[in-house]
Each structure stands twice: as structure tokens, then as C-alpha cells.
Antibody, heavy 121, light 108 residues
Framework: QVQLVESGGGVVQPGGSLRLSCAAS????????MHWVRQAPGKGLEWVAF????????YYADSVKGRFTISRDNSKNTLYLQMNSLRAEDTAVYYC??????????????WGQGTLVTVSS | AIQLTQSPSSLSASVGDRVTITCRAS??????LAWYQQKPGKAPKLLIY???SLESGVPSRFSGSGSGTDFTLTISSLQPEDFATYYC??????????FGGGTKVEIK
């Protein structure tokens, strides 16, 4: 079955960096766009970034543009999120999610279990 | 960015009740809308895509309707496992992809 497993979360000081990973299995990873979505404690869902199946197009939320970089390694079936210049407001559970469509952005299905990022001094 | 407004933000209902949640878009999004269910401490789960298409494995008591700016998620007969928070999400115009603020369904 399709499985997404995130890792790399933890506690980091403001201004610091962190790289999240998402290991995918159970589907042809290289055929689907992938997303990162986050959820601050007790809050709703916020889309963070998207990368096209071949890595040729990337989109970001304004709140992370210029600080976060999404990438993928199709040979390793792995999605990444490099997070730099972290702020307290970036504290959240970060989920990776497979896009439900193949050529354009659509819905999220399925989602990983999430990894918690805490930005605090 | 397209804004999605869900109502109500929370509701109390009993097992067996019919529950309706609405999602209004700030501009027309055709049928490019999905619904998710999230239980505490868990990742969201896709219920409905393309406004009314039921995801495989999702019980038929869940249904979605609407197009343009007004959408509805209906649970025909609420079950104990349905108590959760529900989110709508649009994918007509991006970036960004956007979510509604969520509707928490609680036990009466």
C-alpha cells in the first residue's frame, strides 16, 4: 500500500536550519507531484510547498518563500524540505502528501504521519 | 489567494444525526474541491475529491455536493468514529492551495 514516512523534525533555535525527509513506497514516486503541508499546534492546515513529478516546477507559500526549498530524489523515492532562517511561527507538524493528480496540483492523498518541528530558544 | 470559509466552526451532534458542513469560496472554483477528516493526533484523510467523488474505502454515508462557490459535506447518519475535524481544500487556482478553517464535530 502507499506509505509516506517523514523524518528529520526536532527542536531548533530561531534562525537555524533543518532538513525534513519523506520516504515514499507503494507507488511510482517519479510519476506524482508531492507536497509539504503543515499544522501549527491547535491550528488548521497550511499548504507549504509543491514539487512536480520530475522536479521541474516548484511552488511555495508566501510565508516560506526564500527560506524553504523543496526537492526530491526519484532514485531514492524520497522528498525533502530544507528549512532555513526558521522562525517561531514555523513551529508545526509537517506532513508530506502525494498529489492526487499527475500533471497539475490537486488534492492530497495520502498523507504521512507527520514530523514535529519546534522553533524555540 | 482564494479564501475558503467553513461553517459552522464547530457543532455538537448525536449518533444517527444528519450533519451538514458548508464551505464557501471567495471566487468560483468550478468543482475543484476536496474534503478531509482529521482525528486528534492523526494525519488528515481524504474523503471527497472533485467536490462529489467519494474516495475509495470511504463509507457511503459521506457525500459532497456543490460547484462554483458553495459546497457541502454531508454525513447522512453520524457514527461514533465520525467525531473529528473536517477541512475543505481548493485546487482550482494556485499557488497557493488553500484550506478552510475547519469544522469540529463533537458529541452532544
Amino acid at each position: 500500500q502507499v506509505q509516506l514516512v517523514e523524518s528529520g523534525g526536532g527542536v531548533v533555535q530561531p534562525g537555524g536550519s533543518l532538513r525534513l525527509s519523506c520516504a515514499a513506497s507503494g507507488f511510482t514516486f517519479s510519476s506524482y507531484g508531492m507536497h509539504w503541508v503543515r499544522q501549527a499546534p491547535g491550528k488548521g492546515l497550511e499548504w507549504v510547498a509543491f514539487i512536480r513529478y520530475d522536479g521541474s516546477n516548484k511552488y511555495y507559500a508566501d510565508s516560506v518563500k526564500g527560506r524553504f526549498t523543496i526537492s526530491r530524489d526519484n532514485s531514492k523515492n524520497t522528498l525533502y524540505l530544507q528549512m532555513n532562517s526558521l522562525r517561531a511561527e514555523d513551529t508545526a507538524v509537517y506532513y508530506c502528501a502525494k498529489d492526487g493528480m499527475t500533471t497539475v496540483m490537486g488534492w492530497f492523498d495520502p498523507w504521512g504521519q507527520g514530523t514535529l518541528v519546534t522553533v524555540s530558544s | 489567494a482564494i479564501q475558503l470559509t467553513q461553517s459552522p466552526s464547530s457543532l455538537s451532534a448525536s449518533v444517527g444525526d444528519r450533519v451538514t458542513i458548508t464551505c464557501r469560496a471567495s471566487q468560483g472554483i468550478s468543482s475543484a474541491l476536496a474534503w478531509y477528516q482529521q482525528k486528534p493526533g492523526k494525519a488528515p484523510k481524504l474523503l471527497i475529491y472533485d467536490a462529489s467523488s467519494l474516495e475509495s474505502g470511504v463509507p457511503s454515508r459521506f457525500s459532497g455536493s456543490g460547484s462554483g462557490t458553495d459546497f457541502t459535506l454531508t454525513i447522512s447518519s453520524l457514527q461514533p468514529e465520525d467525531f473529528a475535524t473536517y477541512y475543505c481544500q481548493q485546487f482550482n487556482s494556485y499557488p497557493p492551495l488553500t484550506f478552510g478553517g475547519g469544522t469540529k464535530v463533537e458529541i452532544k
